[in-house]
């Protein structure tokens, strides 16, 4: 291939992506302006949790600021499906057709087990959770909160239950390769215990029983999920094993 070809070819890819590129940030901005006019519903349904509390801003800009935030949030969310499209349609042609397969099953149950951990969260854990939280001192202080700050709480809480919920994709991904053995996950289920504990009392705001057992809960089922599908993965891996011999 000649260096004007391979120019050619690099050219073409790189317009391509910007082509792609384009097509994503603009579904992300028509999304944005769809949920700009649910936006303060969703502020609503959010801190509806925090009855018999104030909710306060600290500054002229806060509200507005949130808004828009949370706006572009919802627009990224109902977008990404698409971007995650142009993403593959920009990959595919440098894949084999197993690794298009890997990846088309793959990229849509990220997404949706992050959604099931986001709904979990908002769903479960918060309207569980905040009362507890709101009574401690309940005679000492009258619970006030920015709504920044809350929002940010329940934005780390959506983040990491999210990441959570990987779990089984996880498990899967590792048995698949051979990496583990079902029976292998299946003994470590002590040190697992353990370990979601740990982790619960790592990434929780709070420390209180009740928030951490609501946290470690959902990881100790997802990780029980995660022992059947590892017995799909080896039962495919040694079908594929069979098939190439």
């Known amino acids: ?29 028509l999304a944005m302006i769809v949920a700009s ?16 509390s104030s909710i306060i801003v600290l500054s002229p800009t806060e509200a507005p600021v949130i808004y828009f935030k949370v706006s572009l949030a919802i627009g990224f969310v109902i977008a990404l499906p698409y971007i995650l499209y142009q993403v593959y349609g920009f990959i595919k042609p440098g894949l084999y057709p197993n690794e298009r397969k890997v990846v088309l099953v793959g990229i849509p149950a990220v997404f949706i087990f992050f959604l099931l951990g986001a709904v979990f969260t908002l769903q479960v854990l ?3 959770s905040l009362p507890i939280l709101m009574g401690f001192l309940g005679d000492v202080v009258q619970p006030t909160y920015s709504l920044e700050s809350y929002l940010s709480f329940v ?7 999210g990441l959570l919920f990987q779990t089984p994709l996880v498990v899967f991904v590792i048995a698949r390769i051979g ?3 079902p029976k292998q996950l299946s003994r470590a289920r002590r040190g697992v215990w353990f370990g979601a504990a740990l982790f619960a009392a790592i ?3 709070t420390h209180d029983p009740i928030t951490m057992l609501l946290a470690t809960g959902p990881f100790l089922m997802l990780y029980e999920v995660g022992i059947i599908l590892a017995r799909v993965a080896a039962k495919q891996r040694d079908r594929g094993e069979l098939e190439r011999s």
């Open 155 to 161: 934005t780390t809480l959506i983040t990491w239950m």
């Open 179 to 181: 990496f583990v053995t």
């Open 1 to 29: 291939m000649s260096n004007d070809e391979r120019a050619m070819g690099l050219f073409e890819h790189v317009r391509e992506l910007r082509e792609r590129l384009f097509r994503a940030i603009i579904a992300t901005i």
């Open 126 to 128: 918060i309207p569980l």
């Open 203 to 205: 990434v929780t705001p």
């Open 37 to 52: 006019i649910f936006s303060d519903t969703i502020i609503a349904w959010i801190v509806r949790p925090l009855e018999g």
